[in-house]
T-cell receptor, first 113, second 110 residues
Framework: KAGVTQTPRYLIKTRGQQVTLSCSPI?????VSWYQQTPGQGLQFLFE???????NKGNFPGRFSGRQFSNSRSEMNVSTLELGDSALYLC????????????FGPGTRLTVL | QKEVEQDPGPLSVPEGAIVSLNCTYS??????FMWYRQYSRKGPELLMY????GNKEDGRFTAQVDKSSKYISLFIRDSQPSDSATYLC??????????FGTGTRLQVFP
């Protein structure tokens, strides 16, 4: 069974731009969560989607948003990029809320110049 | 104070050693405890998953959870150079919204 896939793997943007990252969960998984990983803060929870609805949200500004499609694929968007948004963005999928734990993709490394 | 505390290391051990990795936490509502391994430039890989207190063993890996002390451990027996990675503890009240430790960097030298 294929794992979680994320595209693109690497991205370079400049301040003020916006970016969209994509995540395809493991087949049969319906929950998708997003995390930001930085050297200073470690892994921090961004948000979680299930059945196209956001179920949980972390402590990030409104510039960070996401959505989930009917096939469980998810996208996250960051608008008005700041230098501090440079990070590894990780997507994780699970069967559903309260079912099993989360399996991570390889991440998208975003660099903001 | 962070909800989950983990010594960042680095921890350097010889091949064959027993490695002990630990995390402490403050939220008594945490019920699900996980250990992930992350190689450089890769996503975290699930190693162990434990619900509530107790021990769980899988090959060379043993996870322990002591909810009364709010303390979890991961033991690696007969450590190998291929175990060199960053080990992240994670926990949650449900299986959603994982709270991670900062990770411990482990190096196993031949």
């Amino acid at each position: 069974k294929a794992g979680v896939t994320q595209t693109p793997r690497y991205l370079i943007k400049t301040r003020g731009q916006q970016v969209t990252l994509s995540c395809s969960p493991i087949s049969g998984h319906r929950s998708v969560s997003w995390y930001q990983q930085t050297p200073g803060q470690g892994l921090q929870f961004l948000f979680e989607y299930f059945s196209e609805t956001q179920r949980n949200k972390g402590n990030f500004p409104g510039r960070f948003s996401g959505r989930q499609f009917s096939n469980s694929r998810s996208e996250m968007n960051v608008s008005t990029l700041e230098l501090g948004d440079s990070a590894l963005y990780l997507c994780a999928s699970s069967l559903g809320p309260g079912q099993d734990t989360q399996y991570f993709g390889p991440g998208t490394r975003l660099t903001v110049l | 104070q962070k909800e989950v505390e983990q010594d960042p290391g680095p921890l350097s051990v010889p091949e064959g050693a027993i490695v002990s990795l630990n995390c402490t936490y403050s939220n008594s509502a945490f019920q699900y405890f996980m250990w992930y391994r992350q190689y450089s430039r890769k996503g975290p890989e699930l190693l162990m998953y434990t619900y509530s207190s107790g021990n769980k063993e899988d090959g060379r890996f043993t996870a322990q959870v002591d909810k009364s002390s709010k303390y979890i451990s991961l033991f690696i027996r007969d450590s190998q150079p291929s175990d060199s990675a960053t080990y992240l503890c994670a926990m949650s009240e449900s299986t959603d919204k994982l709270i991670f430790g900062t990770g411990t960097r482990l190096q196993v030298f031949p």
